[in-house]
T-cell receptor, first 112, second 112 residues
Framework: SQQGEEDPQALSIQEGENATMNCSYK?????LQWYRQNSGRGLVHLIL?????REKHSGRLRVTLDTSKKSSSLLITASRAADTASYFC????????????FGKGITLSVRP | AAGVIQSPRHLIKEKRETATLKCYPI?????VYWYQQGPGQDPQFLIS???????DKGSIPDRFSAQQFSDYHSELNMSSLELGDSALYFC???????????FGPGTRLTVL
């Protein structure tokens, strides 16, 4: 990937545990978004965090952004088997209609 | 809520054939993006359109072309198909001023 690099690449946890996935990027960004993809299916938008924000919550999701370290983390609390999927971070550099640059996905497996 | 519609969902073609993928954005979304996701890869930006004009271009082969029509739907035309074109092709849409991109379910293209 030219931009985001997720860490770790694969994560296996027990249902009920929290899952933390990290993403790093190389250039200055305007926004960072997280997406979920179930096996070979569409990309579901989870959350967007702007470059001037440090933390954002949505339900069981918590996203942080550290622009000084060019990194973001996605925390899923109280994980469920249905959270099993691949997760991608994607960045844009701003401007109208800005394209997304994706990092490599993290495969999350939540064991029942 | 209405989502991005893509058709067909699956397409099988022979080498050197042509393919046309269609995308219908969310109503009132004025920008359409095309992404290609190879097996086990992250999505890669191909091309985007704003108000029927090409707004950005990524790593799209010369064999591919795309356009956005007056009703805002978009078509990706692919000619002289190669085995390496086998991938998931996603369309996404957004509204200018709002950076969230919402993705369709994708078209899975298999080139034999």
């Amino acid at each position: 990937s030219q931009q985001g690099e997720e860490d770790p690449q694969a994560l296996s946890i027990q249902e009920g545990e929290n899952a933390t996935m990290n993403c790093s990027y190389k250039t200055s960004i305007n926004n960072l978004q997280w997406y979920r993809q179930n096996s070979g299916r569409g990309l579901v938008h989870l959350i967007l965090i702007r470059s001037n924000e440090r933390e954002k919550h949505s339900g069981r999701l918590r996203v942080t952004l550290d622009t000084s370290k060019k990194s973001s983390s996605l925390l899923i609390t109280a994980s469920r088997a249905a959270d099993t999927a691949s997760y991608f971070c994607a960045t844009d550099i701003g401007g109208a209609n800005s394209k997304l640059t994706f990092g490599k996905g993290i495969t999350l497996s939540v064991r029942p | 809520a209405a989502g991005v519609i893509q058709s067909p969902r699956h397409l099988i073609k022979e080498k050197r054939e042509t393919a046309t993928l269609k995308c219908y954005p969310i109503p009132r979304h004025d920008t359409v993006y095309w992404y290609q996701q190879g097996p086990g890869q992250d999505p890669q930006f191909l091309i985007s359109f704003y108000e029927k004009m090409q707004s950005d271009k990524g790593s799209i082969p010369d064999r591919f072309s795309a356009q956005q029509f007056s009703d805002y739907h978009s078509e990706l035309n692919m000619s002289s198909l190669e085995l390496g074109d086998s991938a998931l092709y996603f369309c996404a849409s957004s509204i200018t001023g709002y950076n969230e991109q919402f993705f369709g379910p994708g078209t899975r293209l298999t080139v034999l």
